[in-house]
């Protein structure tokens, strides 16, 4: 049970446009979903917390226009890549707390932008 | 601000040695630690969750302590496997209200088979 489903896993796109990243809740009602990207041999950094129905809460030096979050439903919530440039070239990664306590992570998508 | 250390860095053993993977946190106000594994290029799997209340939990091969009064927990991996190479990562819930998780660097381990 508690089971993220994220995709797609990976995408390619050009320079200056957007991308969609979409992470489900299959088995549960997710209120709150994270978002977190990953950069080579790093660990996970936290984006922004996405509240189903309200605004998204972003980190401190995460550009809430470059990186649209909606979060319209409780097994849906969604990362916007705008006007992507290589730098955003990464591994996104959304999670989701359990009824249990803990959390479980969607399997990630590796975004290339060229 | 919570800050989570993961000890060693890399490690790299031979099939069947047991082994320790170390975690540090600095804020002990927790609300729990979990430890998950992650594939190259792939998510992030559970692999245990101790509650702030709990020492440690079991699953199969693998054991996981907490010291919350000292900021330390430990995950103890029995007779490894070369399936088992993976990265590790500690990760922390802060009672900030926040209630999303603060990772360690991870280490990352190589069985030799």
């Known amino acids: 049970g508690a089971v993220v489903s994220q995709h797609p896993s990976r995408v390619i796109c050009k320079s200056g446009t957007s991308v969609k990243i979409e992470c489900r809740s299959l088995?549960?009602?997710?209120?709150?979903m994270f978002w977190y990207r990953q950069f080579p041999k790093q660990s996970l950094m936290l984006m922004a917390t996405?509240?189903?129905?309200?605004?998204?809460?972003?980190e401190q030096g995460v550009e809430k226009d470059k990186f649209l979050i909606n979060h319209a439903s409780l097994t849906l919530s969604t990362l916007t890549v705008t006007s992507a440039h290589p730098e955003d070239s990464s591994f996104y990664i959304c999670?989701?707390?359990?009824?249990?306590?803990?959390?479980?992570f969607g399997s990630g998508t590796r975004l290339t932008v060229v | 601000k919570q800050e989570v250390t993961q000890i060693p860095a890399a490690l790299s053993v031979p099939e069947g040695e047991n082994l320790v993977l170390n975690c540090s946190f600095t804020?002990?106000?927790?609300?729990?630690l979990q430890w998950f594994r992650q594939d190259p290029g792939k998510g992030l799997t559970s692999l245990l969750l101790?509650?702030?209340?709990?020492r440690e939990q079991t699953s199969g091969r693998l054991n996981a302590s907490l010291d919350k009064s000292s900021g330390r927990s430990t995950l103890y991996i029995a007779a490894s496997q070369p399936g088992d190479s993976a990265t590790y990562l500690c990760?922390?819930?802060?009672?900030?209200?926040?209630?999303?998780?603060?990772f360690g660097s991870g280490t990352r381990l190589q069985v030799q088979p």
């Open positions: 999670s989701a707390s359990t009824p249990g306590g803990g959390y479980t």
């Open positions: 088995d549960f009602q997710a209120t709150t």
């Open positions: 996405s509240n189903e129905g309200s605004k998204a809460t972003y």
């Open positions: 804020d002990s106000a927790i609300y729990n």
């Open positions: 101790i509650q702030s209340s709990q």
């Open positions: 990760a922390v819930n802060t009672d900030t209200g926040r209630r999303a998780l603060t």
